[in-house]
T-cell receptor, first 114, second 115 residues
Framework: AQSVTQLDSQVPVFEEAPVELRCNYS??????LFWYVQYPNQGLQLLLKYLSGSTLVKGINGFEAEFNKSQTSFHLRKPSVHISDTAEYFCAVSMPGTASKLTFGTGTRLQVTL | DTEVTQTPKHLVMGMTNKKSLKCEQH?????MYWYKQKAKKPPELMFV???????INESVPSRFSPECPNSSLLNLHLHALQPEDSALYLCASSQDGPNSGNTIYFGEGSWLTVV
């Protein structure tokens, strides 16, 4: 079975600074990888996903992530954050070709301050 | 803006009550999901319906009963719940199952409080 580890439960950052949210996965087979954002009192919104092909994936709101198979990582980055990026970010994984589920990491709280 | 609509947004129910959560999508998706999310935790999958048939039940207690009347609607019937069942219940849909890589679209959720 696959699993996802988000190493940082909270990441404080100043506005306009760059940020990286870390995600590592464990799977013996190929996987699909996703980043979702959850703003306070809302549902989840997809930021970006990696299915295959180019390892650098660009998403909405200026976010991007890089798939690194050798390090089994899928870290999320943004070069300059805004106050409005304050939210909970979840990394998730699913396995292609099986009836498996979307498995979420424990989440990282991004707190952007002035 | 989410295209998965959930009602009600907030529900308070007693342990002996029977209530239902409703979910609707008009994106033509053929897979629909119920997730449960406790505070400061990731969503946990409860059920998956694929082409209107229950395909995954993550060992959810029988006091939660899902129903998929048609491809656009998904209900979650609640009966004899416990206070620890209080959580945010998220409905979601995708064009196909989670193994296909299709984006899973989430609704805003229904906040359930069991008293």
């Amino acid at each position: 079975a696959q699993s996802v580890t988000q190493l940082d439960s909270q990441v404080p950052v100043f506005e306009e600074a760059p940020v990286e949210l870390r995600c590592n996965y464990s799977s013996s087979v190929s996987v699909y990888l996703f980043w979702y954002v959850q703003y306070p009192n809302q549902g989840l919104q997809l930021l970006l996903k990696y299915l295959s092909g180019s390892t650098l994936v660009k998403g909405i709101n200026g976010f991007e992530a890089e798939f690194n198979k050798s390090q089994t990582s899928f870290h999320l980055r943004k070069p300059s954050v805004h106050i409005s990026d304050t939210a909970e970010y979840f990394c998730a994984v699913s396995m292609p070709g099986t009836a498996s589920k979307l498995t979420f990491g424990t989440g990282t709280r991004l707190q952007v301050t002035l | 803006d989410t295209e998965v609509t959930q009602t009600p947004k907030h529900l308070v129910m007693g342990m002996t009550n029977k209530k239902s959560l409703k979910c609707e999508q008009h994106m033509g998706h053929r897979a629909m999901y119920w997730y449960k999310q406790k505070a400061k935790k990731p969503p946990e999958l409860m059920f998956v319906y694929s082409y209107e048939k229950l395909s995954i039940n993550e060992s959810v207690p029988s006091r939660f009963s899902p129903e998929c009347p048609n491809s656009s609607l998904l209900n979650l019937h609640l009966h004899a719940l416990q206070p620890e069942d209080s959580a945010l219940y998220l409905c979601a849909s995708s064009q196909d199952g989670p193994n296909s890589g299709n984006t899973i679209y989430f609704g805003e959720g229904s906040w359930l409080t069991v008293v």
